[in-house]
């Protein structure tokens, strides 16, 4: 795939193809043994800091090579995004990137053990999704990442409140949401907490 996106790229110039390249770089460093793409990380980042306009693309490009971006920069591109978004991020297509974007921080610096790089993005998901009966799986959420950071900062924390959200999610049908909170709140037990 890596190989297509990067011969269209050469065959026509268009960035996004070079974009699409270098994801798939990313992608696939988590499922094969490949060095840390660094180049590929890069590229990503030059062209989101050189970028004047913020859309929907960079928001998913940015959400896509979260994962391979060290966390000091995530902060710095984040301070970006959040500046540039802030006349769109009442429609609802960049509301709903914008809460993925900041979910997907948040679980990077819970799996990292950041508590205070947690509380930051916890409560810029608080501040800018609006948390309120119309918007419940957004709400929910934001319950669930309080949740996991308290346990995260607190290794005997009562997970009741947590295990109701999972309850929750499983009688709505959500495994697979369920299943991933319940993968980070194990990954916490296992990672960091004191034996």
Not at 50 to 66: H, K, M, P, R
Request: proline share 2%; hydrophobic share 40%.
């Amino acid at each position: 795939m890596e190989r297509g996106f990067s011969a269209q790229y050469e065959k026509t110039s268009y960035l996004g193809y070079l974009h699409y390249a270098c994801i798939a770089r990313l992608l696939a460093t988590t499922y094969v043994e490949l060095p840390y793409p660094k180049k590929q990380v890069e590229i990503i980042l030059d062209y989101l800091f050189q970028i004047q306009s913020w859309n929907y693309y960079e928001l998913v490009l940015f959400n896509n090579a979260l994962d391979f971006i060290p966390s000091e920069m995530v902060d710095t591109v984040y301070s970006k995004v959040r500046t540039k978004m802030q006349g769109v991020k009442e429609m609802r297509r960049y509301k709903n990137e914008l809460f993925t974007l900041i979910s997907n921080i948040l679980v990077v610096r819970i799996e990292a053990g950041d508590v205070k790089g947690c509380l930051v993005y916890w409560q810029e998901l608080r501040e800018n999704i609006a948390v309120d009966n119309t918007r419940m799986y957004e709400t929910t959420m934001v319950y669930f990442f309080r949740e996991a950071i308290s346990l995260l900062e607190n290794p005997t924390w009562n997970l009741a409140a947590a295990n109701s959200i999972l309850d929750a999610f499983g009688y709505l049908g959500m495994e697979h949401k369920k299943n991933q909170c319940l993968q980070l709140l194990e990954h916490i037990k296992q990672n960091h907490q004191k034996k």
